[in-house]
């Protein structure tokens, strides 16, 4: 059984940066691949970006290379957000995917383990 834990969530101003960082015990790290998420009130989740066990990455189409993700040889994750804008504020999750092949899970059905979650405000 994987346990992630996120933390760095906050308040930040328009244009703001924040830095998330995902940290997994209990599972071989390694063979995970790792993806982020959000979800803010009244929507579903959303698919932030995601990294390989290799440390291939994958982003949506947005949020136009402001995001970057990347992870160390140990148990951490990490979500790199630059120039954050109001809409973009929402509880980001890290989750653990056993599917570390060709493609990387991008639907959060992908995902075998999720971490609690940690909000991040960005007030305009």
């Known amino acids: 059984q994987v346990q992630l834990v996120e933390s760095g969530g906050g308040l930040v101003q328009t244009g703001g940066s924040l830095r998330l960082s995902c940290g997994a015990s209990g599972g071989t790290f390694r063979n995970l691949a790792m993806g982020w998420f959000r979800q803010a009130p009244g929507k579903e989740r959303e698919f932030v970006g995601a990294?390989?066990?290799?440390?291939?990455t994958y982003y949506p189409d947005s949020p136009e290379g402001r995001f970057t993700i990347s992870r160390d040889n140990i148990a951490n994750t990490y979500l790199q957000m630059n120039n954050l804008k109001p809409e973009e504020a929402a509880v980001y999750y890290c989750?653990?995917?056993?599917?570390?092949?060709?493609?990387?899970?991008?639907?959060?059905?992908?995902?075998?383990?999720w971490g609690q979650g940690t909000q991040v405000t960005v007030s305009s």
């Open positions: 990294i390989s066990s290799s440390g291939r």
């Open positions: 989750a653990a995917s056993l599917n570390d092949g060709i493609l990387i899970p991008r639907l959060p059905t992908g995902y075998n383990y």
